[in-house]
């Protein structure tokens, strides 16, 4: 059984913004209306003890504790540091990160001390150029969030709170401009950028896409136009003459393709070691599930109950623990399964079939194929380049260079 590393609560299940793409608003669980709105102290007791039961039982020191809503921040300052006075006093050592849209950190400057006090990671969601980010991102009122955003984006990137500043994360527009998006990014000077494929299944596909589920690995042809978006944002990020900031998708890939392991859900085949609790202490798998069907993302267990044992001793956890067994035939044959890992396995559903629905290639299948290769072709190149000046200086290469 592989041990999860990565717990990411849902301490607070809504949000202040009103995004259009979101898939737990606007996604087809509909889950969150009947949950509490803030994960209440003893909730936060119970997992913690959870945890680190888990941690003692697998011998972990240290684990990863990802704070996640809905908004996180709307806890306030107050719960937000008895909580994680919680977790972090149950056993393992926690590392805290959080995902923000960034908004209470201007309405509630005592959540910046308290996420100092903790040590917690922020990553804020921004997406591109204001016009890309206020397409989507919005207020309840309606209005863009961009400027209130950005002006949340700068306080953590000052002097004071950079130490807190962990990226941002955006999510892939046909309609923005890749190059100019990652330069809008940019601008903020984050130490890293995760560009995200938005979440879609071949039952609700993503915008300007109509595909059918193929019956054999892609060939490299044909229309792929997340993949040329992303290797549009790949050539402006590799071909900067220093290194700008990370891109964790890029990053991850380029590790993957040159032979090692990469620890994202989105891409290569290393086991989901990441469970879900949400407000009410509800088990769940990754929320990304949630586009795919009402419940897709249950387990039916709970940490009054169930220990996380349980939770990776369940079959939808198992099923993405087994690597390339774990994937339907058309991945298991094709030649880039081991560096694409079939997508992220919410975005591989249709409905019927095998494996519950997901033993299919991804939504994305032909935009990852080409990325893929793109980028393998790019770092084959660069690799080839080097063992020429290794050979020009007498310096031997490795022979498979
Ligand atoms: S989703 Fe990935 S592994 Fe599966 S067939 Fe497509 S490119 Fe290959």
């Known amino acids: 059984m592989v041990p999860f590393r990565q717990f990411l609560l849902k301490i607070h299940s809504r949000c202040n913004l009103a995004c259009d793409y979101c898939y737990m608003y606007e996604g087809a669980d509909q889950s969150w209306r009947s949950r509490p709105r803030r994960m209440a102290l003893p909730t936060v007791r119970r997992t913690a003890r959870r945890i680190a039961e888990h941690a003692a039982e697998h011998g972990l020191d240290e684990v990863s504790v990802v704070l996640h809503g809905g908004e996180p921040l709307l806890v306030g300052a107050g719960h937000l540091d008895a909580l994680l006075g919680e977790l972090a006093s149950a056993g393992p050592r926690v590392r805290f990160s959080l995902q923000t849209n960034g908004l209470r950190l201007l309405d509630e400057p005592a959540l910046l001390d308290v996420l100092h006090r903790r040590r917690v990671a922020v990553g804020v969601s921004l997406d591109g150029t204001r ?98 978006w992303l290797i549009a944002a790949f050539d402006r990020w590799y071909d900067a003459p220093r290194r700008e900031t990370g891109v964790r998708l890029f990053e991850e890939l380029a590790v993957l393709l040159l032979g090692g392991r990469a620890a994202s859900e989105a891409v290569g085949l290393a086991p989901v070691d990441l469970v879900v609790v949400e407000a009410d202490g509800t088990i769940e798998q990754a929320d990304s599930l949630k586009v795919a069907f009402d419940g897709a993302a249950g387990t039916g267990l709970d940490v009054w109950r169930h220990g996380f044992a349980e939770a990776a001793a369940h079959p939808a956890f198992r099923a993405r623990q087994r690597g390339l067994g774990g994937l339907g035939p058309v991945c298991e044959a094709c030649p880039l399964a081991r560096v694409c890992g079939g997508g992220l396995y919410a975005h591989r559903y249709a409905a019927g079939g095998e494996g519950g629905g ?44």
């Open 131 to 228: 016009a890309d980010h206020d397409r989507h991102r919005l207020l309840p009122s309606g209005a863009g969030s961009w400027a209130r955003t950005a002006e949340a984006v700068r306080l953590l990137g000052s002097p004071e709170h950079r130490e807190l500043f962990a990226g941002l994360l955006c999510v892939v527009d046909l309609a923005a401009d890749p190059v100019a998006a990652y330069e809008a990014l940019l601008e903020f000077a984050p130490p890293r950028i995760d560009f995200l494929l938005p979440h879609a299944t071949w039952e609700a596909q993503p915008a300007g896409v109509r595909r059918s589920v193929p019956l054999s690995p892609p060939s490299g042809e044909g229309p792929a136009p997340y993949g040329e």
């Open 358 to 401: 997901f033993a299919h290639p991804s939504v994305y299948c032909a935009d990852l194929d080409r990325l893929i290769r793109h980028m393998a072709g790019r770092l084959r190149a660069g690799l080839a380049g080097l063992a020429g000046v290794a050979r020009a200086g007498g310096v031997s290469a490795h022979p498979s260079v």
